[in-house]
């Protein structure tokens, strides 16, 4: 399984980006995709997921602000980003989830891309 993520890059605080992750080689059940992010110097956390029947939630940062959607046909996933903030800064991964049909889970995560809020 590959996750490649685009999107990413440098914006001014009040601006917007938008993330993309399309999934390939997918040979499994897929149970939700989800965006994290790892700020410098701090841990990886939860910016929001998807499930596949369409529901979601957020990190309590970025409600209001992020949107993040699926395309169940293509295997993607997207994160609209409006607002920005520097506390938004931070390397985000993709990640996906699922299990097959003998219930072994998988999960893999994309390399990263940087995101970038500054003026």
């Known amino acids: 399984v590959q996750l490649l993520e685009s999107g990413g890059g440098l914006a001014q605080p009040g601006g917007s980006l938008r993330l993309s992750c399309a999934a390939s080689?997918?040979?499994?059940?897929?149970?939700?995709m989800a965006w994290y992010r790892r700020p410098p110097g701090k841990q990886r956390e939860l910016v929001a997921e998807i499930s596949w029947g369409g529901s979601t939630r957020y990190a309590d940062s970025v409600k209001g602000r992020f949107t993040i959607s699926r395309d169940v046909a293509r295997t993607t996933v997207s994160l609209q980003m409006n607002r920005l903030i520097a506390g938004d800064t931070a390397v985000y991964y993709c990640?996906?989830?699922?299990?097959?049909?003998?219930?072994?889970?998988?999960?893999?995560w994309g390399q990263g891309t940087q995101v970038t809020v500054s003026s």
């Open positions: 990640h996906i989830e699922g299990e097959d049909s003998w219930e072994i889970e998988y999960e893999y």
């Open positions: 080689g997918v040979n499994f059940v897929v149970d939700s």
